[in-house]
T-cell receptor, first 114, second 111 residues
Framework: AQTVTQSQPEMSVQEAETVTLSCTYDTSESDYYLFWYKQPPSRQMILVIR??????QNATENRFSVNFQKAAKSFSLKISDSQLGDAAMYFC???????????FGTGTRLTIIP | DAGVTQSPTHLIKTRGQQVTLRCSPK?????VSWYQQALGQGPQFIFQ???????QRGNFPDRFSGHQFPNYSSELNVNALLLGDSALYLC??????????FGPGTRLTVT
């Protein structure tokens, strides 16, 4: 079955520290994008970062970076210098059934400890 | 530059009724996707509209239908509402198959 798996339902990190959220996926697509979205309590889904599968270089967006391992179908998100505003649900998303349709993982709830 | 907007914010309906949710895409975007997010879960793809046609559909019954207008805005219609349809309905817009930008969602409660 084609799935997106986030194995960490909850994570916590001390403010200013670094945390890594895990995601694995299974797709038969050869060229695709991968995404991390953040959903704070306000419920607005916010795009954090995207990775193009044909690029070997890992994407970086300020304090957010990914570790993309295409052969292992792994796509983890690293948050450096964690801030209180980073507290949210984080969803990994991949186009498992064609690039138009995103499949989301079950999410990881990230808590930032002051 | 306005982002994706959705209306209404909240909605309460009774079982068996019909509901229409609306979405305006981000400026410059031509593709609208709809997702259902049950409490504590990730969003589930309902369908996607491009050039006023349904391009792809998820595993949802025919009670869920949609429409896209020439200005790229979109509606999601749900007929014969069930208690299980209670969820957050998210609209996302994109330019083709690129990254999707989400609206704030409509919280639907079916009683």
């Amino acid at each position: 079955a084609q799935t997106v798996t986030q194995s960490q339902p909850e994570m916590s990190v001390q403010e200013a520290e670094t945390v890594t959220l895990s995601c694995t996926y299974d797709t038969s697509e050869s060229d695709y994008y991968l995404f991390w979205y953040k959903q704070p309590p306000s419920r607005q889904m916010i795009l954090v970062i995207r990775q193009e599968a044909y690029k070997q270089q890992n994407a970086t967006e300020n304090r957010f970076s990914v570790n993309f391992q295409k052969a292992a179908k792994s796509f983890s998100l690293k948050i450096s210098d964690s801030q209180l505003g980073d507290a949210a649900m984080y969803f990994c998303a991949a186009p498992l059934f064609g690039n138009e349709k995103l499949t989301f993982g079950t999410g990881t709830r990230l808590t930032i400890i002051p | 530059d306005a982002g994706v907007t959705q209306s209404p914010t909240h909605l309460i309906k009774t079982r068996g009724q019909q509901v229409t949710l609306r979405c305006s895409p981000k400026s410059g975007h031509d593709t609208v996707s709809w997702y259902q997010q049950a409490l504590g879960q990730g969003p589930q793809f309902i369908f996607q509209y491009y050039e006023e046609e349904e391009r792809q559909r998820g595993n949802f019954p025919d009670r869920f239908s949609g429409h896209q207008f020439p200005n790229y805005s979109s509606e999601l219609n749900v007929n014969a509402l069930l208690l299980g349809d209670s969820a957050l309905y998210l609209c996302a817009s994109s330019l083709g198959i690129h990254e999707q930008y989400f609206g704030p969602g409509t919280r639907l409660t079916v009683t």
